[in-house]
């Protein structure tokens, strides 16, 4: 079992930065694939970005690319996404998630996350 608690949201003007946290939860952390994601108000969940649990390779939203950066502390059971650019489409509830142990997969859907974070508003205004 893990459990996953986001921090790091708020209200931010467009153009400015923002760092997320995940702190996780369980002895075998570095072992799960990690990832973000978000939802707009009546949108779809959608994937932002994750870091495999191997060698920690990266994975972008082509969206967010150039923008954002994941990267994890596997010594502190914590997952980051650093946010720079922000826009107002960004705006949205970002959801950290975890896969199951020594998961391979590409890590860019959500039906590939067992365990999820309550979710952490963001909201970026123009």
């Known amino acids: 079992q893990v459990l996953l608690v986001e921090s790091g949201g708020g209200l931010v003007q467009a153009g400015t930065s923002l760092r997320l946290s995940c702190a996780a939860s369980?002895?075998?952390?570095?072992?799960?694939?990690c990832g973000w994601f978000r939802q707009a108000p009546g949108k779809e969940i959608e994937f932002v970005a994750a870091?495999?649990?191997?060698?920690?390779?990266?994975y972008y939203a082509d969206s967010v690319k150039g923008r954002f950066t994941v990267s994890r502390d596997n010594a502190k059971n914590t997952v980051f996404l650093q946010m720079n650019s922000l826009k107002p489409e960004d705006t949205a509830v970002y959801y950290c998630a975890a896969t199951t142990p020594w998961y391979r997969g590409t890590l860019t859907s959500a039906n590939q996350y067992t365990y999820w974070g309550q979710g952490t508003q963001v909201t970026v205004s123009s």
């Open positions: 870091v495999d649990w191997t060698e920690g390779r990266s």
């Open positions: 369980g002895r075998t952390f570095s072992s799960h694939g």
